[in-house]
């Protein structure tokens, strides 16, 4: 009996293991279907996005345009016979308004809605024939050209500096004060922490008679006297310079006037702001760097409390991502690091199955009868130890910074 039990003994201290794997392979088969039907339902998602049919383009006026790097550019520009054409237009143009913007202080810039608030002056200058055209009517300047992405008209306030006065030459003028909450059309969040961000002011005709179309109407921008003022700074921002130029504005209706689609000159002027690097490193990426080293370094833990490691890992990781989503919208997009926080979750989740595994053929070494196999589990128990904390950085590393290439 005993001589039976002492050959069956290889055999049956073999089927745990055989049963263990065989779990292993199905528990890796459930894994890869779940994936693939996380993908398709995913792919279901449509991504087409409807596009508006209004256009901005640059015009043949004079303009300033940021050449910061990472600030974005708006409207397109006229090319070839293009400007010859918009020239001709501009020559044609019965009337013409030139128009200054300064602005005093940009503040309470909230990226959730988005929009920020801002404060200062606004001056125009226009000729004769818009004056009579303003008399006829009965209107101020500033009731037919205002602003275009003011959010709240009601608590927007414009107020004159003086009273409209008379130039030589036929030219009349006028200064305002402007203090109002304006929507940031050109937000891009891909970058996230590192990104940029361009504030516009601006100014379109309020046209309720048709009359102040592109052909008849232009707003030219004052390159001289436009610019930033010295309280334009912004908490955690870098200040990347300011543009302003005349756009060429196709609206995609004919507001109920009109039986074709309408064109208006618009102003716009940006004021443009990269996030602070430093600030953002050490207020964002820093912890997170502190978070993952303690998953990069696991194998060094010689503890057996090392597997529970990985979940306070993802438990903190939770918590950090929450902490800087709450100042940004809901977006349709991943930003950078929230691609950096989904490489931390699966580095997070491969050291959890390594660390289980260690400890499986820690296990099995233990029990191992035969001393090649036990020297085998051993071998692979240590080449796994030392290669995991280069390894997986390695990855953090290399994936993030494709990831940011990507974006």
């Known amino acids: 009996m005993k001589r039976i039990v002492n050959r069956l003994r290889p055999f049956l201290t073999r089927l745990p293991d055989q049963r263990q794997k065989r779990w292993n392979v199905l528990l890796l088969i459930v894994v890869a279907i779940s994936m693939i039907l996380l993908g398709r339902f995913l792919g279901y998602e449509s991504t087409d996005i409807v596009q508006s049919r209004e256009i901005l383009r640059l015009t043949s006026t004079p303009h300033i345009v940021n050449e910061a790097s990472g600030v974005a550019s708006r409207g397109k520009p006229l090319q070839g016979l293009e400007v010859k054409r918009d020239a001709a237009l501009l020559e044609k143009a019965p ?147 300011w543009s302003i130029g005349e756009y060429r504005h196709h609206f995609s209706s004919g507001l109920g006037f009109s039986s074709e689609d309408n064109e208006f000159s618009q102003l716009i002027f940006d004021s443009s702001y990269q996030r602070s690097s430093w600030s953002a490193f050490w207020t964002l990426i820093q912890p997170l760097i502190i978070v993952m080293a303690s998953v990069i370094l696991i194998t060094r833990v010689m503890t057996e409390f090392r597997i529970e490691i990985p979940v306070a890992v993802l438990l903190t990781l939770i918590f950090l991502q929450e902490g800087y989503k709450a100042d940004l919208p809901d977006l349709s997009y991943l930003t950078f690091m929230d691609s950096v926080y989904v490489i931390a979750y699966l580095t997070s989740f491969v050291s959890f199955g390594l660390v289980l595994y260690l400890e499986a053929l820690k296990r099995r070494a233990a029990n191992a009868q035969d001393p090649d196999l036990r020297r085998l589990l051993l071998r692979r128990e240590l080449f796994l130890e030392q290669i995991w904390p280069s390894l997986s950085l390695s990855i953090l590393v290399g994936v993030s910074l494709v990831t940011w290439t990507l974006t």
């Open 95 to 241: 009337y013409k308004v030139y128009a200054g913007v300064y602005v005093a202080n940009n503040f309470d810039v909230d990226l959730e809605i988005p929009a920020f608030s801002s404060k200062g002056y606004l001056w125009m200058q226009w000729d004769q024939a818009f004056q009579e055209y303003l008399s006829e009517r009965e209107l101020s300047i500033e009731e037919v050209i205002s602003f275009e992405n003011d959010i709240n008209p009601e608590t927007t306030a414009i107020t004159p500096l003086r009273e409209a006065r008379k130039l030589g030459q036929g030219m009349f003028s006028q200064g305002f004060v402007y203090t109002g909450q304006f929507y940031i059309d050109t937000l891009d969040l891909r970058r996230f922490p590192f990104n940029s961000v361009s504030l516009p002011i601006v100014l379109e005709a309020e046209d309720p008679f048709g009359d102040l179309v592109f052909e008849n109407l232009r707003l030219i921008p004052d390159l001289r006297d436009s610019g930033l003022g010295l309280y334009s700074s912004l908490p955690g921002w870098l200040s990347r310079g």
